[in-house]
């Protein structure tokens, strides 16, 4: 079962824009990550975030993560047209006595040039 | 250079035939490998768990006779879609989680398409 919900569906901005976009899961997790997917493409890792972390950076990617209120966010800063592409969070989860990692339901980002 | 390899990349079949689709871990030995199945603008839906040297552990709705796991070694998960029908029509991603960290790793995925 899909257990991460994210807000918004679709995202259209113009270059250099940032983007930010938000996840919220249900159960307690052991990490959540952050992947990107081009159209027909595979996934490409972006960030691990554990949960015993509240933020995390790398490059022009920003996450955060509140245990809390069981949500996280990805900010990407100076977008580019290049950045176009649909992303996801999943969250890696013990459930039904094993780790999972169980996906969102994605953000499709368009960065107009 | 790739970590989990998925092969085939592509494979269109008739309708009623069953098609294999192999996930190797390169780098590790996996014990625990996983398989995805992503409709068209959807997520990633996880299809079932694959536990090498005993019987892969299905999600609620997916029906365990219509795909076949087997993880016979190490490095190797297989999924078999048996008699395809259309609407088995998908991008299938497997991952493998390397022992040692627990880190998932991707394969590129595999498109079917049933005529």
């Known amino acids: 079962s899909q257990q991460g919900e994210e807000d918004p569906q679709a995202l259209s901005i113009q270059e250099g824009e940032n983007a930010t976009m938000n996840c919220s899961y249900k159960?307690?997790?052991?990490?959540l990550q952050w992947y990107r997917q081009n159209s027909g493409r595979g996934l490409v890792h972006l960030i691990l975030?554990?949960?015993?972390?509240r933020e995390k950076h790398s490059g022009r990617l920003r996450v955060t993560l509140d245990t809390s209120k069981k949500s996280s966010s990805l900010l990407i800063t100076a977008s580019r047209a290049a950045d176009t592409a649909s992303y996801f969070c999943?969250?890696?989860?013990?459930?039904?006595?094993?780790?999972?990692?169980?996906f969102g339901s994605g953000t499709r980002l368009l960065v107009r040039p | 250079g790739a970590v989990v390899s998925q092969h085939p990349s592509w494979v269109i079949c008739k309708s009623g035939t069953s098609v294999k689709i192999e996930c190797r871990s390169l780098d590790f030995q996996a014990t625990t490998m996983f398989w995805y199945r992503q409709f068209p603008k959807q997520s990633l839906m996880l299809m079932a768990t694959s536990n090498e040297g005993s019987k892969a552990t299905y999600e609620q709705g997916v029906e365990k006779d219509k795909f076949l796991i087997n993880h016979a070694s190490l490095t190797l998960s297989t999924l078999t879609v048996t008699s395809a029908h259309p609407e088995d029509s998908s991008f299938y991603i497997c991952s493998a989680r390397r022992p040692r960290d627990g880190e998932l790793f991707f394969g590129e995925g595999s498109r079917l398409t049933v005529l």
């Open positions: 999943a969250t890696d989860a013990w459930m039904d006595s094993s780790y999972k990692l169980i």
């Open positions: 975030i554990r949960s015993n972390e």
């Open positions: 159960t307690s997790i052991n990490n």
